[in-house]
């Protein structure tokens, strides 16, 4: 097992939304949401082509849709994602059969890194509604000086921080 130390991980930018999405829901209800969530994003292609894996191609939003999962539930590094397809019944769904590995995960991220900030805010939005700490127009409208303008800046603001956390963590692992 990779031993990156991922301590650091585990508080979250914005106070509006715990580290993990565990400690509000069953990875059930976190599937959907983040299935929906990936849904609503534009710009997804049906294939991404990995040069490390120039035999296989794998379908972008089953890629996404493993990213923004396992960032919104505090699994940041690419070897630890692929090495929980052996043991998290949830990823192993989330991957349809499919078996990326952590280049694979760690190239995509690099080439949809604005596709997984979009994908992570429309879920912690959905998240938020879903535990009535705000309501569903509120949550999806921006005036740049009111409440509901910061508490979107503060969801983008997490999303990057999070996916920094993954750039950070794999960098860690490369060094080694």
């Known amino acids: 097992m990779l031993n990156i130390d991922n301590n650091s991980s585990k508080t979250a930018v914005s106070p509006l939304l715990p580290s993990s999405l565990e400690q509000w829901f069953d990875s059930n209800t ?5 299935l929906d969530a990936v849904s609503s994003v534009r710009g997804c292609t049906n294939n991404f082509h990995s040069p490390e894996q120039s035999y ?5 939003k089953m890629l996404l ?10 699994l940041y590094a690419s070897q630890e994602i692929e090495e929980a397809l052996n043991s998290n019944a949830t990823i192993k769904y ?5 078996r990326p590995d952590w280049l694979v995960l760690r ?8 596709l997984i ?25 921006w005036n740049g000086d009111d409440d509901n303008g910061r508490r979107l800046t503060e969801l983008v603001m997490e999303a990057d921080h999070r996916v920094l ?4 963590l794999d960098s860690m692992a490369m060094d080694d």
């Open 107 to 114: 190239n995509f991220r690099r080439a949809n890194r604005p």
């Open 56 to 60: 296989c191609r794998l379908n972008d």
């Open 65 to 74: 849709t493993l990213l923004v999962y396992s960032y919104a539930t505090g």
């Open 94 to 98: 989330l991957c349809a059969r499919e």
């Open 117 to 141: 900030c979009m994908a992570l805010v429309e879920l912690f939005q959905a998240s938020l509604e879903k535990r009535g700490l705000c309501s569903e127009s509120a949550s999806r409208s």
């Open 30 to 34: 976190i599937t959907r949401l983040t």
């Open 165 to 168: 956390r993954a750039v950070h």
